[in-house]
């Protein structure tokens, strides 16, 4: 293949997209609907990101300006987790709208993360929202299929293809010129749009953080140029094997519908169906008849704990709990949360292998589908995807049985026995001690391993589409 012949072909591509009034409506509609996805993405996020500091800030000193009080009932006075937003969530929403961003952290309970931005807001958000990855991911795929339904087609139709045959120019240079000028014409709205999510990451991002962000900032990058080149590679195959562009464009406008809402929506339904999961009740439900199995850490006369307490006193060789070296109170709250928290986390183990069958169901549909792959990573990178959220339940577990078990340890140290003298509550220094909630984001590692998936689609789509090019190329009819 000539390299200035295929540039040659690309350039007159170009020519024939400015001379279109469609191009310069398509302009001036992306320009509009870039400007407002960037400004509303980035007073979400700021906005959002600026009362959920706030409020974590604030519930941190009411937990430090906490009198001096008893180690358990500062166990049940609890704190709250809030859930930041990542810069890159300007770029893609994802789930953002639609899960939990706060959990109150309370002993032997676990609860659920709340105030998510769709159930406080009208019914409207329910129908998705404008972001910068939406224009990406649904419109410019629109605009591509449009602007190169015709590339080869019209060309057959009004016999031009057969003169550039005839004129020594190759089938292949052909078709990868026309591909290319496409494709490059495509990146016009992708760089324009990564140019001012650039400019959010660099004026937010600092430090450890910086590094991450543009290292998630690059991949998204490039995943997006991939996915381009493979719908590129596809509106020219179309186009190629329609006998008119009417067709090509019909048949493009199936595979958009195809691609962006009928099968993911029909997945979504499908895993659903497939793969039910339990109702909040149901679920509340079986965790309560769980925990009245293992017994009631409040009651005394409780079996179970009537039994380890028989076993503690034979263990230290002591007829009393007044006579244990340690409170036996903050022992059994220590037994009994370190049980609930296991009770609550094979339940959730369980409902989280359920959705994770019915995320498969579409997340491996991205070897058919490369908008699922596209989608699928360019949420993960972004930070808004479901195993980010799920990262954020965890940690706030593991703050809150951190902070319960310390709470029964000062107990247990520091709490006399009945019967004996001492202080029935502890200083609150002891409070200020305890270091407020921190939520980091997942590792960049840990994102690549979660969408491996979506990865290797998006490559083997890749490959499909230079494969398919080339065999274009030596099938090409003229006529």
Do not use: C
Not at 31 to 47: C, I, M, R
Not at 278 to 294: F, R, Y
Not at 332 to 349: D, F, I, P, R, T
Not at 455 to 475: E, R
């Amino acid at each position: 293949m000539r390299r200035y012949v295929i540039k040659l072909l690309a350039r007159q591509f170009w020519q024939d997209a400015f001379r279109s009034k469609v191009m310069f409506i398509a302009s001036i509609l992306m320009l509009f609907l870039l400007v407002f996805s960037a400004y509303s993405g980035w007073e979400n996020y700021h906005d959002q990101n600026f009362v959920r500091d706030e409020i974590q800030h604030e519930v941190q000193e009411s937990w430090e300006n906490n009198p001096d009080k008893h180690p358990h009932r500062m166990a049940h006075y609890g704190s709250f987790a809030f859930r930041l937003k990542h810069i890159l969530s300007v770029f893609d929403l994802g789930m953002e709208n639609f899960v939990g961003n706060a959990v109150f952290l309370e002993a032997h309970k676990q609860n659920t993360v709340n105030f998510s931005e769709a159930s406080m807001s009208t019914g409207l958000l329910r129908f998705g929202e404008v972001s910068l990855a939406m224009l990406l991911k649904v419109i410019v795929p629109l605009l591509i299929f449009y602007l190169g339904f015709a590339t080869i087609a019209k060309e057959r139709e009004n016999g031009t293809l057969k003169l550039l045959i005839g004129q020594g120019i190759t089938r292949k240079e052909i078709v990868f010129g026309k591909w290319l000028g496409l494709w490059s014409l495509s990146l016009i709205f992708l760089s324009t749009i990564f140019l001012v999510l650039l400019f959010f990451v660099l004026i937010e991002s600092h430090d450890a953080v910086n590094a991450d962000s543009i290292f998630r900032y690059v991949i998204l990058l490039i995943a997006y140029v991939l996915f381009f080149g493979i719908l590129s590679a596809i509106t020219i195959l179309v186009s190629a094997f329609s006998a008119t562009a009417k067709g090509a464009l019909v048949k493009l406008l199936g595979i958009w519908l195809l691609f962006v809402i009928i099968v993911p929506k029909s997945l979504q339904a499908m895993g659903f169906y497939l793969y039910p999961t339990p109702s909040k009740i149901e679920m509340e439900t079986a965790v309560e008849h769980d925990l009245m199995q293992l017994g009631d850490s409040h009651n005394p006369d409780d079996p179970h704990f009537k039994a380890l307490k028989d076993s503690v006193l034979l263990a230290n060789n002591v007829t009393d709990i007044a006579n244990l070296p340690f409170n036996y109170g903050g022992f059994v709250m220590s037994k009994g949360e370190a049980l609930s928290a296991n009770v609550y986390l094979e339940h959730q183990a369980k409902l989280y292998k359920v959705y994770g069958k019915q995320n498969n169901l579409e997340r491996y549909s991205a070897f058919i589908n490369p908008y699922t792959a596209i989608k699928n990573l360019s949420m993960a990178f972004s930070g808004t995807d479901f195993q980010s959220f799920l990262l954020f339940k965890d940690k706030a577990e593991a703050y809150r049985f951190n902070l319960a078990q310390e709470m029964n340890q000062l107990q247990m140290d520091l709490i006399p026995n009945k019967g004996k003298a001492g202080p029935n509550a502890i200083s609150n220094d002891y409070w200020k001690e305890f270091p407020p909630f921190e939520y980091q984001f997942m590792t960049v590692s840990n994102v690549f391993k979660n969408e491996l998936t979506s990865v290797l689609a998006l490559l083997l789509w890749s490959v499909w589409s230079i494969f398919g090019l080339l065999k274009l190329s030596t099938n090409l009819k003229a006529i």
